[in-house]
């Protein structure tokens, strides 16, 4: 079983930070197949939150196919994010850890690669988005 | 879906001045909704209307379907902490829990003693000689223990301490799973709010400014930083508010199709949000209708 935290401020939707933290917890194994997520009273009762915003978080995380919920016993986990992370972005990694080493010796620091980094990932995912928007 | 509230035209005059005036809302069953505003906007105004310890001036407000305090009925149905959390000083804690079994049909002892346990309360004690926060324990007890169909709360968390505040919204919500209550509270405390809320009102002088579901409203509202340029060439968009300086231009908007991308666009919390809409309206508003 996993508790949840809320970052009051962060400016992420409370529901949101739930789904991320399951799936946070699906990639890093801490949730396998077959477990189950605290029940939606347990984490209002935890985090005093409203209901409404567990279920929506829980019926997101259903919507994704990751989790099913079982009348009268809870919402349990279908499938794990684990394995098709760590080893199926090796080269990923291996690519950004070449790409950082690159950034490093051209004298960049970790704010202005971070900064590269967010501007670029902001400026694909505009495009991705207007691409979808034309067909 | 039913409304718990819905007022149309409401409107609340002391003496000359308007305390609350056009307020038209509708707020559908089975929701936590915050109310907020700069102090004086009308927020105690429009909750004691809908608790039926005002009459209204002009328009009209139905709570639950009915006419607020029209019955006893009515009256066992709505339940009201208010501001002040008062109490009878005389009696004893206990037989404010007593007074509460015989005046509500819906009394629940179980409910009653197991929030007064959690919030240390001693059941001999004179409810004069409690502590601030003590008081609105004790209030917020006889409001939940008479099982109402909605609860509306007029600042309750002021006087409460972090940790008993923070017990009281876990008592709160788990209520809400358990009985299906619905809530209406007026807070300053937006941080509080954004955890047990899914429905907002802002009122800014005496007028609801806005009012929606969280998501929807937090999915439709965008913070737009760019070179300087004038917001009346923003299409499809509705600045709330803009800050300009020589070279950037920092708006809030309401938008109702994506914007152009020339803008670095970012999500809005909702305190930014609530901050905005406020500011706005300040900064809008002629000296003469700040006056009225």
């Given amino acids: 079983m996993i508790e949840f935290l809320l970052h009051p401020g962060s400016g992420v939707a409370p529901y949101l930070q739930i789904v991320q933290q399951v799936r946070q917890a699906l990639r890093l194994g801490v949730l396998r197949e077959g477990d189950q997520l605290p029940t939606i009273k347990a984490v209002v009762a935890q985090l005093a939150i409203n209901p409404n915003t567990v279920l929506k978080a829980y019926r997101e995380l259903e919507h994704e196919g990751l989790v099913q919920p079982r009348p009268g016993a809870g919402t349990f986990v279908l499938r794990s994010l684990a394995d098709d992370t760590v080893a199926a972005h090796e080269p990923l990694r291996v690519d950004l850890r070449a790409w950082l080493h690159r950034a490093r010796g051209e004298g960049l620091d970790d704010d202005s690669i971070e900064a590269l980094f967010w501007t670029t990932f902001r400026a694909a995912h505009r495009e991705a988005a207007s691409k979808e928007d034309m067909t | ?292």
């Fill in chain 2, 1 to 292: 879906m039913t409304a718990v509230m819905r007022a149309a035209g409401l409107g609340k005059r002391f003496g000359r001045r308007w305390a609350l005036s056009e307020c038209t809302v509708d707020i559908p069953a089975g929701r936590v909704v915050g109310l907020v505003g700069p102090n004086g906007a009308g927020k105690t105004t429009l909750l004691r209307l809908a608790v039926g310890q005002l009459q209204p001036t002009t328009g009209g407000i139905e709570v639950l379907g009915g006419r607020p305090a029209a019955s006893a009925a009515q009256l066992s149905r709505v339940g009201y902490v208010a501001q002040s959390t008062p109490v009878y000083s005389r009696l004893t804690v206990e037989e404010h829990l007593m007074l509460g079994d015989r005046l509500n049909p819906r009394w629940c002892w179980k409910t009653a003693r197991a929030r007064l346990d959690s919030a240390g309360l001693d059941p001999r004690q004179r409810a004069g000689r409690l502590s601030g926060g003590q008081r609105a324990q004790l209030s917020l007890t006889l409001a939940v223990a008479k099982r109402p169909d909605l609860l509306v709360l007029d600042e309750p968390l002021s006087a409460l301490d972090p940790l008993v505040r923070r017990e009281f919204l876990q008592g709160l919500m788990e209520s809400t799973v358990d009985a299906g209550v619905s809530v209406i509270v007026s807070s300053h405390v937006i941080s509080d709010l954004e955890r047990i809320c899914d429905h907002l009102v802002i009122l800014v002088a005496s007028r609801v400014r806005l009012a929606g579901g969280i998501d929807e409203l937090l999915a439709s509202h965008r913070q737009l930083v760019g070179p300087r340029r004038d917001p009346a060439t923003l299409p499809g968009a509705e600045v709330i508010t803009e800050r300009h300086t020589e070279r950037q231009t920092t708006l809030l908007v309401r938008a109702h199709q994506p914007v152009d991308p020339a803008w670095t666009v970012s999500e809005v919390g909702l305190e930014d949000l609530v901050l905005a809409y406020m500011k706005a309206d300040a900064a809008n508003l002629s000296p003469m209708e700040m006056a009225r």
